[in-house]
Each structure stands twice: as structure tokens, then as C-alpha cells.
């Protein structure tokens, strides 16, 4: 892939060091495509990452939000894209072993070529959905297990969305 002064003279599409806030700036700037942002070895790859959502507003909402730091790179979906709205957020972990056996690599070509095909597989409302048929079959199981009390059920599925919410 060219270099971002090859493919954009100019540093208006692809560029490094764009700016995003007052005094900030996003490492690379990819439009439509992705930001990213490197930390330092055992940086802070979740500040990083909250730097990322502040940047997307002003750049766009790129499609992927990225963090690295020399041992790992995280590709974030950003559901404020237009074509990831509704979507479940997901991040995928590219170490560098996975880039030297390939497959790192090729994810790192999709990035660059075609960033959407990162969209996730369920929407939202999926989830909230197979989650809801999961607490239906639970229930029923319970039920046919022994005698369940409603009391005791409810006490259970209380719970177990304290652990889904911690």
C-alpha cells in the first residue's frame, strides 16, 4: 500500500499527525477507513482507545478505530459509522506472531482495502434477542427440573443481570 504522502500528497485523506482536537492529534488518519493511535511499549492501549472515540467525531466516524503499541494491534469497530450503526461493538487482537503467520496480515489488508468487511455479525437487537430466548430456555429447563417457585426465579434471573450489568 502507498505511503500516506505517496497517496495523498495533498494530507487531506490519508495523513499522519491529523488533527482531531485543539492540541491533539490522531497518529494516522485514514478517511473512511480507519484512525489510529500507537502507544509506547505497554502503553495504555485503553486510553488510547477513549482517545480514538473523542478523535471519531471530528474525523468522520471511520469505520475502525485502531490501537497498537509493539507487541499487539486492536482493530475496534465503531458503531457510530454509518455502516456499523446497530451493530454490536467488537474488537479483534492482532499480535505480531499472527502477522508473521499470515493470517495478521491479511486482516491488516483488509483495513486498508476494505474496512467494512470488519462489520460485526449480529446487530443489537439480535443479540438483546438470542440473550432473551436464553432466559426463556433456562426457565423452562428449571421448570421441568423440579418445582420452581416464581419467587425463586425471579431471585435467580436478578441475579444473574447483576452479573450481566458488573
Known amino acids: ?35 489510529w493511535e500507537y502507544k509506547r511499549p505497554d502503553g495504555d492501549l485503553k486510553k488510547a482507545y477513549q ?47 499472527d502477522i508473521v503467520a499470515g493470517h495478521g496480515l491479511e486482516k491488516l489488508k483488509r483495513v486498508f482495502f476494505d474496512p467494512c468487511s470488519f462489520r460485526p455479525k449480529m446487530t443489537r437487537a439480535e ?8 432466559f426463556v430456555s433456562i426457565t423452562d429447563t428449571k421448570k421441568k427440573i423440579g418445582k420452581t417457585s416464581p419467587e425463586l426465579l425471579a431471585h435467580f434471573f436478578a441475579r444473574i443481570f447483576f452479573v450481566l450489568f458488573a
Open 1 to 35: 500500500h502507498p505511503t500516506p504522502s505517496e497517496y495523498d500528497p495533498e494530507q487531506k485523506t490519508f495523513v499522519f499527525e491529523k488533527s482531531a482536537e485543539a492540541t491533539q492529534r490522531a497518529d494516522v488518519f485514514f478517511r473512511h477507513k480507519f484512525i
Open 51 to 97: 482517545q480514538l472515540l473523542r478523535y471519531s467525531k471530528v474525523l468522520e466516524e471511520p469505520p475502525l478505530l485502531i490501537t497498537s503499541d509493539t507487541r499487539k494491534i486492536i482493530l475496534h469497530t465503531n458503531s457510530n459509522n454509518e455502516n456499523f450503526r446497530g451493530y454490536v461493538q467488537e474488537s479483534i487482537e492482532i499480535t505480531f506472531d
Open 127 to 134: 443479540v438483546t434477542q438470542a440473550t432473551a430466548e436464553s
